[in-house]
């Protein structure tokens, strides 16, 4: 290797990793794709070793490539620290944000607050990833993670910050209860018409409670999913019952589209985190949207 890496040539295999191709990392960041192409094969051939495997319709990082994606998203952890040292902590927030949630959480929790958020920071870009998938937040170059969940997460190196907490409830459609009596209690709950979301298939077990009045209710699902939109699309065509966070029944509970059942009882409480990379690793961007989040999410899942 007689010449140095040129950084911004790594900025751009990032981008063209990142976004999939080049004619799409080309179109994010306003540079040709000639350009991209070209600095790439530069670095290329400054290193000494193919980094992408190209076809006509996708590509592949090579041994080396995938060697140098880490070294290369680390070098740019520290360009951002030194960009947020050198900045006043009063100037104003800018930049993209990489947000990866569930698609519940996306759709009926971040949603109606991250247009609150980028109307408060104008410099901000925020760019949500709905996936019920569990990711690698460092490798795939994520500020953060937002999840749900009701046991303790793993450990890990990840910061684990609890933002909100929120209750489940069951739910049916006015047209399931209209066909059958309004159960009074737990015991009246037909079984055998459950729609259930679980991550596991032995999570068949509805835990309801009255106060100090726990009550087991082992169910027989006609759905078992691990996705809640699923099970929630599902209890509004008149499948069933389902038991979810409130935050996922609470606009079709708006809109009449699904009526409570027995309201004085409540399921499990679940929380919602937030996850972030080391604090070496994270942005003044990430720190103040975990904030905000803290100040404003549970007014949103607690309804």
Avoid at 71 to 76: L, V
Avoid at 176 to 196: G, Q
């Amino acid at each position: 290797m007689n010449r140095r890496i040129d950084l911004n040539d790594i900025r751009l295999l990032m981008q063209v990793v990142e976004h999939g191709s080049y004619t799409a990392a080309a179109r994010a960041i306003g540079v040709p794709k000639s350009t991209i192409s070209q600095r790439i094969a530069n670095l290329e051939a400054t290193i000494g070793t193919g980094l992408l495997r190209r076809t006509s319709r996708s590509f592949s990082l090579t041994n080396a490539g995938a060697q140098l994606l880490p070294h290369a998203r680390a070098i740019e952890d520290v360009v951002r620290q030194v960009e947020h040292a050198l900045v006043d902590h009063d100037g104003e927030l800018q930049g993209t944000l990489r947000v990866s949630a569930s698609h519940a959480i996306a759709q009926f929790a971040l949603s109606p607050l991250v247009p609150q958020f980028l109307a408060e920071h104008a410099q901000v870009t925020i760019k949500v990833e709905a996936s019920n998938r569990l990711i690698d937040l460092v490798g795939e170059g994520f500020d953060m993670t937002v999840r749900g969940h009701v046991g303790p997460l793993k450990d890990s190196i990840l910061i684990q910050r609890v933002v909100a907490r929120t209750p489940w409830t069951l739910a049916a459609s006015p047209a399931w209860v209209a066909a059958r009596k309004l159960p009074e209690a737990p015991i009246d709950l037909p079984m055998s018409e459950t729609l259930c979301f679980s991550n596991t298939p032995d999570a068949q077990v509805w835990l309801l409670m009255k106060g100090e009045v726990e009550q087991r209710l082992t169910i027989k699902p006609r759905l078992i999913s691990d996705d809640m939109l699923s099970v929630r699309n599902s209890t509004i065509a008149g499948a069933g019952i389902a038991c979810l966070p409130v935050y996922v029944f609470s606009p079709a509970f708006d809109t009449g589209e699904l009526v409570r059942l027995l309201p004085d009882w409540s399921a499990q409480t679940s929380c919602i985190s937030v996850l972030t990379p080391p604090k070496a690793q994270s942005s003044r961007l990430a720190a103040t949207f975990s904030n905000f989040l803290a100040a404003h999410l549970p007014a949103i899942v607690q309804r």
